[in-house]
């Protein structure tokens, strides 16, 4: 029943925010709920709980991997969130007026609408079924659009809209995919949708149905994972929204669309078409780096900066996945250093803009001077999101590259270095021209000095994501290896 606890009780809490008067006792719930939801993730990881339903509920290394990372951002998230939110607006513009039944003032729909994304995301990782997946995926848009449109302006509102409209239209593309494999499943024609029945009758598919399944299932699904083309959404949305929600949508939410391409990918493997399936993983994740240089290069708002950032990491993921091999751990360990990296950062960015007012990257001088601790880390990130050692990113890269060298794709593994060498260049200009210099007279932090709930998220991120360079745990390598076997399709 662990399974079932573990995606019913974000729902549960979700609701529940609705009706609680306080707004001290709903940020003290979303902060309950975020740690019961991480204890219950480590259990689940590390439990190895029996499949329910039927595999309705199944959550193999592949699935909690990402649930382990969604969980852990989650918890940074929250914390976060207690100094965010009491900034903003605190009095809610009364958290109930006379004779209302529930609340639904801008932060309760917020920190609701927080445990219904975590829920979504949590459902499309602990689930065997394509059918559920995409059931998942859909309701991941549909909880974080009211998030992406928190602070109620014209921009956000345009960034709200793209996407849902973009992501919808993936999605719908991904049913498609989902129809198109579930018709070829299985002699007969007998249809389905579980992982395992898939696995078994992919020898006997129609090498044509599945070849049109896995182009819908990688365009509708790669829309969502944000891969050049499809990505036109992923810059406006992050951008615009609070960043604590920017950071739950670069770090958790990609990888579940990450997740519902790697399934495909995993029954292409089964079904003996590796030589269809990696060739298309390898051309999108170039593209995508290279749409990425593109427009890192000259980009003055840094919200933008990390934004597109993301396009080149699910870019260099799409390509270790294409290369297969010992470039799928490459690519597992590549997941968890970009979720917590770029999560830092985000939430890093939030702590600038607060302080400056502003996304310019040429208005916001000096960092280090008037907010030491996330000058600092700021500086770092931008080294560990651009794979500088000691950063777990570091190792991931350096690992893709060297299963391109040793498949003998030299031009590849040319191509690659090169688009990471200008990416890093076009992120250095803005990111070091924001540590330096000398702020204008009115920033200065609080009396106190930085909030304690907004550095401390970012500080134990960019722990992390040190300690996945340095030494990740036994117990996590051992996570990362059963992973890339699954996401390798072996």
């Known amino acids: 029943m662990l399974l079932a606890i573990l995606v019913i009780l974000p729902f ?12 001290p006792v709903r940020r003290g719930l979303l902060l309950t709920g975020a740690g019961a939801h991480l204890i219950l993730s480590v259990a689940a990881v590390f439990g190895h709980p029996a499949p329910l339903f039927g595999g309705l509920l199944w959550l193999d290394a592949l699935g909690g991997l990402f649930l ?29 007026q006379e004779g209302a039944f529930f609340s639904n003032a801008p932060q309760t729909v917020f920190i609701a609408c927080l445990f219904f994304f975590l829920g979504s995301m949590t459902v499309v990782t602990a689930t065997h079924h394509l059918g559920l997946l995409w059931v998942g995926i859909e309701a991941t848009t549909l909880a ?15 960034a709200t809209w793209k996407y849902l409209v973009i992501c919808s239209v993936g999605i719908a593309l991904a049913l498609i995919g989902n129809i198109l494999l579930a018709a070829s499943s299985g002699p007969g024609g007998e249809a389905s949708l579980y992982l395992d029945d898939l696995l078994a009758h992919a020898p006997s598919m129609n090498p044509m149905w ?26 406006d949305a992050h951008s615009e929204s609070p960043s604590l929600v920017s950071a739950l949508l670069s770090g958790a939410l990609l990888n579940c669309a990450f997740l519902g391409i790697l399934r495909g990918h995993q029954i292409g493997v089964a079904a003996g078409l590796s030589d269809f399936c990696s060739p298309v ?7 995508s780096m290279a749409v990425a240089a593109a427009f890192i290069i000259g980009q003055g708002d840094f919200k933008r ?33 970009h979720s917590v990296t770029k999560a830092m950062l985000f939430l890093l960015a939030g702590n600038i803009l607060a302080a400056f007012h502003t996304k310019s990257s040429h208005d916001a001088r000096g960092v280090i001077r008037a907010l030491p601790v996330t000058g600092v880390l700021w500086v770092a990130g931008f080294l560990a999101i651009t794979g500088s050692p000691p950063f777990g990113i570091f190792v991931s890269e350096l690992t893709i590259l060297k299963a391109a060298l040793d498949a003998g794709g030299y031009v590849l593994a040319a191509a ?42 970012p500080l134990v991120l960019a722990g992390l994501s040190a300690l996945l360079g340095l030494y990740p745990p036994p117990f996590f390598q051992d996570l990362l290896h059963r992973a890339a076997i699954l996401a390798a399709g072996l």
Do not use: N
Not at 318 to 337: I, Q
């Open 12 to 23: 549960v809490l979700g609701g529940a925010v609705f009706f609680i008067r306080s707004c």
């Open 68 to 96: 382990l990372l969604t969980s852990v951002l989650f918890a940074a998230a929250s914390v976060y969130a207690l100094g965010y939110l009491a900034r903003e607006d605190p009095d809610e513009r009364r958290d109930f």
């Open 144 to 158: 974080s659009a009211p998030l992406i449109y928190f602070h109620r302006h014209h921009r956000s509102l345009e």
């Open 210 to 235: 599945f070849k049109a399944a896995f182009v819908f299932l990688i365009v509708g699904y790669g829309t969502k994972m944000g891969l050049a083309p499809l990505h036109t959404w992923l810059p």
């Open 281 to 287: 993983f390898v051309a999108l994740g170039l593209f």
């Open 305 to 337: 900066i990390l934004a597109y950032s993301s396009v080149e990491h699910m870019g260099i993921l799409s390509l270790a996945v294409g290369l297969g091999g010992a470039a799928a751990f490459g690519g597992m360990l590549h997941a968890a250093a």
């Open 416 to 457: 690659y270095l090169g688009l990471l060498g200008l990416i890093f260049c076009g992120m250095a200009v803005p990111v070091l021209r924001m540590a330096q210099g000398r702020p204008t007279p009115h920033i200065a932090p609080g009396p106190r000095g930085e909030d304690p709930f907004s550095v401390a998220p």
